[in-house]
């Protein structure tokens, strides 16, 4: 049953993708092809539901921003990770710099806004720039049970090259005592970890780690619960950027997305949901992903704000 509705799905969505534009800013994003269209589903009892280009690579983009904050909980605690941050949708564009700038307290709003994940970024312990992306690089390949995962090097000199905002976005929180260490050092890190190649696939498997709370399929525990309710929340109030109310009265499932086209879900007692199309809304969304996400959603009854999943459909 499964299997049909995914094949029915990317056949009725495969040219959603003109209604939307690939990522210009960052050069090496630009060459994507527009058409690639996959999802995939890892459920918690270990199967995994494919179907389209599930399994071409891409940049991770934002979608870094929920493994390397789970990282900084495990690293720094809660405590400490929210001291320098808030919990809240920032009602600006993903790489404004507006809130730094009129906030009170000169704080990113959350840590899925540019600001915030490059201050995150920051918290991530190691002595330098190769030992702190080696760890978020060991950590993504854990928690997605994925040992292959790599890093897309032309990606990766491609944002290094074009990432001026963002470096905007940290010398300003420099200037304000925010962020510790050297500036440039800690955008390399951010800049390698959005670059890391991942497939719909992968991002299922990530998905599913944080529906479970947190423990992989073989049931090892590498996040408390909270840590992952943290990361989950979050998804739900901040994960795609300025769309995200939207997209949660029209999904209601736990999503997080990046410019690289991915989307990231993950639903408590099913697992996670990954899809890959490059074609972004207005404001940076994929435009395919985020229609097969609304059909699964109502198909498998994975809304959160009407909780009514079929488990007939599930097999």
């Known amino acids: 049953m499964i299997d049909a509705i995914l094949q029915d799905l990317v056949g009725r969505h495969r040219e959603d993708y003109k209604r939307g534009q690939v990522a210009t800013y960052i050069p090496e994003l630009a060459r994507v092809d527009p058409g690639h269209l996959g999802i995939a589903i890892a459920f918690q009892d270990g199967r995994i539901v494919t179907a389209g280009e599930s399994e071409i690579p891409f940049a991770i983009e934002s979608i870094s921003k929920t493994v390397v904050l789970a990282l900084a909980l495990l690293d720094r605690g809660e405590a400490e990770v929210f001291r320098h941050m808030r919990q809240e949708p920032s009602g600006d564009a993903f790489n404004s710099i507006v809130k730094l700038q009129t906030g009170s307290a000169h704080v990113p709003s959350n840590p899925f806004i540019n600001a915030g994940a490059i201050l995150t970024t920051s918290l991530i312990a190691g002595g330098s720039p190769d030992e702190k ?9 854990r928690i997605s049970e ?3 995962l790599d890093l897309d090097r032309e ?3 491609s944002e290094k090259a074009t990432g001026h905002t963002n470096r905007a976005l940290a010398w ?5 005592g925010d962020i510790d260490g050297d500036v440039e050092d800690i955008l390399d890190v951010y800049f390698r970890q959005c670059s890391i190649r991942v497939t719909a696939s992968v991002l299922a498997k990530m998905g599913r780690f ?4 947190g423990v992989l399929s073989t049931g090892e525990r590498v996040l408390t619960a909270r840590e992952a309710r943290i990361v989950v929340g979050l998804m739900a109030t901040c994960g795609l950027y300025n769309g995200t109310g939207t997209y949660m009265v029209n999904v209601g499932v736990p999503t997080k997305s990046g410019v690289g086209g ?6 408590s007692g099913v697992g996670g949901i990954g899809t890959f199309s490059p074609a972004l809304d207005e404001v940076g969304n994929s435009v395919a992903g985020q229609n097969m996400m609304r059909e699964i959603s109502e198909k498998l009854g994975l809304d959160i704000l009407l909780p009514t999943v079929r488990k007939e459909n599930l097999g």
């Open 210 to 213: 944080f529906a479970a709370g």
């Open 133 to 141: 992306f080696d760890r978020i690089l060991r950590f993504m390949q």
């Open 155 to 157: 990606t990766y000199l």
């Open 172 to 176: 300003m929180m420099k200037s304000y």
């Open 262 to 267: 991915g989307l990231l879900a993950a639903y």
């Open 146 to 148: 994925s040992p292959g």
